[in-house]
């Protein structure tokens, strides 16, 4: 059964800072893995897709990269900012061949001025 | 475009009680896809479904729960006899095609928040 696990739940940071945000998944036969962000009680937006046979993908200030073999992906925010405070969700999909994600519980982010 | 559309946005019901919570995709996409957040936990998939075909319904509850994406009109997620541990957020996503064969994931809805009184 795949998992998903995003460690810290909680980080607190000034703004300006780099940041690097983890997941990692149990189950390495992924179709693709994708970051959103969840501002409270909003919906999700999508940040970032990358398809299992992709090493990574980038969007403005975000890096997202993908480790298959080791069950890893890494989200890069460069230079952050008070609107980038929110919830950060990693999900995956394949799992016995389904194309429903898998998500892990989130990452709360606070980036404070 | 409107991006995927969920409503009500909020829902309060009492116990016993039907809940309905519909969601229209994006145009042009006719893969849908139901997912519950409960307090203090991550979104559960619930169900899967494509115009007038239930998918993978592998996450729904055996009773009380049911789902439908009719040829037209919204998907509808149904709820029937409610108790208070539905009281959840019921997000809706949808897509163009397998998302495997895509470069741009899901689209999710901004969400129904149900509550049972």
């Known amino acids: 059964k795949q998992e998903v696990t995003q460690i810290p739940a909680a980080l607190s940071v000034p703004e300006g800072e780099n940041l690097v945000l983890n997941c990692s998944f149990t189950?390495?036969?992924?179709?693709?893995l994708q970051w959103f962000r969840q501002d409270p009680g909003k919906g999700l937006t999508s940040l970032l897709l990358?398809?299992?046979?992709?090493r990574e993908q980038t969007s403005g200030r975000l890096n997202a990269s993908l480790d298959k073999s080791s069950g890893r992906s890494t989200l890069y925010i460069a230079a952050s900012q008070p609107g980038d405070s929110a919830t950060y969700l990693c999900?995956?999909?394949?799992?016995?061949?389904?194309?429903?994600?898998?998500f892990g519980k989130g990452m709360k982010l606070t980036v404070n001025p | 475009n409107a991006g995927v559309m969920q409503n009500p946005r909020h829902l309060v019901r009492r116990r016993g009680q039907e809940a309905r919570l519909r969601c229209s995709p994006m145009k042009g996409h006719s893969h849908v896809y139901w997912y519950r957040q409960l307090p203090e936990e991550g979104l559960k998939f619930m169900v899967y479904l494509q115009k007038e075909n239930i998918i993978d319904e592998s996450g729904m509850p055996k009773e009380r729960f049911s789902a439908e994406f009719p040829k037209e009109g919204p998907s509808i997620l149904r709820i029937q006899q409610v108790v208070r541990g539905d009281s959840a957020a019921y997000f809706c996503?949808?897509?163009?095609?397998?998302?495997?064969?895509?470069?741009?994931?899901?689209?999710f809805g901004s969400g129904t928040r149900l509550t049972v009184v």
């Open positions: 990358i398809q299992s046979s992709q």
């Open positions: 189950d390495s036969a992924i179709y693709n």
């Open positions: 999900a995956v999909s394949g799992e016995g061949g389904s194309e429903k994600l898998v």
């Open positions: 996503a949808s897509s163009e095609m397998v998302v495997r064969f895509t470069n741009y994931g899901y689209t």
